[in-house]
């Protein structure tokens, strides 16, 4: 089946702007994970959904950061007011109910100028 | 808080070799310890895990082994093959959380 699917695959824009980042994750899957990774180092978790509802949104930096996943399926993350300092992969990723393993997608490069 | 300690950061080894990856946890209620491949310009994915009530696991040329005690957990290859050339992240889970802290990762490179 359809793995973890995200758009756009590569984000240009300038300091100051919006962006909206979009997963969709496995079809029936619960769970839903954002990570950011900065080059050479691990995936940094920044928010994870369960249903609709965040469960745990302890890594967002700041509150330029948000995120919603309103009918429990795709999620948007938006980052408002850009900085250089954002400019990182962005990583989705999606689990089954009960289920340990989390499948990513192929992120989101997002570069800030 | 929570952290994850990842060591070496590269590592080269010949075919046919066995490569070792060590990752040490600081949360003690970490019960899941999952290590993910990344190849460059892809995606991570899953390779083998371990609960924290078991030992060791191995699948085929891939095994973990967990120390709870010592809270550390390490990755085997053995018989490397190129293939087996990525970045190799481990990372830990809280038992009443779902996120995953990952270490910084370790790039291996398996020459022929």
């Known amino acids: 089946g359809a793995g973890v699917s995200q758009t756009p695959s590569n984000k240009v824009t300038e300091k100051g702007k919006y962006v909206e980042l979009r997963c969709d994750p496995i079809s029936g899957h619960t769970a839903l994970y954002w990570y950011r990774q900065s080059l050479g180092q691990g995936p940094e978790f920044l928010i994870y959904?369960?249903?609709?509802?965040?469960?745990?949104d302890s890594g967002l930096p700041n509150d330029r950061f948000f995120a919603v996943r309103p009918e429990g399926s795709v999620s948007t993350l938006k980052i408002q007011r850009t900085e250089r300092g954002d400019s990182a992969v962005y990583l989705c990723?999606?689990?089954?109910?009960?289920?340990?393993?989390?499948?990513f997608g192929p992120g989101t490069r997002l570069t800030v100028l | 808080g929570e952290n994850v300690e990842q060591h070496p950061s590269t590592l080269s080894v010949q075919e046919g070799d066995s490569a070792v990856i060590k990752c040490t946890y600081s949360?003690?209620?970490?019960?899941?310890f999952p290590w993910y491949k990344q190849e460059l310009g892809k995606r991570p994915q899953l390779i083998i895990d371990i609960r924290s009530n078991v030992g060791e696991k191995k699948d085929q040329r891939i095994a973990v082994t967990l120390n709870k005690t010592a809270k550390h957990f390490s990755l085997h290859i053995t018989e490397t093959q190129p293939e087996d050339s990525a970045v190799y992240f481990c990372a830990a889970r809280r038992y009443n959380t779902d996120k995953l802290i990952f270490g910084t990762g370790t790039r291996l490179q398996v020459f022929p």
């Open positions: 949360d003690s209620a970490s019960n899941y």
């Open positions: 990723a999606s689990s089954r109910q009960g289920g340990n393993e989390q499948f």
């Open positions: 959904f369960q249903g609709t509802g965040a469960a745990d």
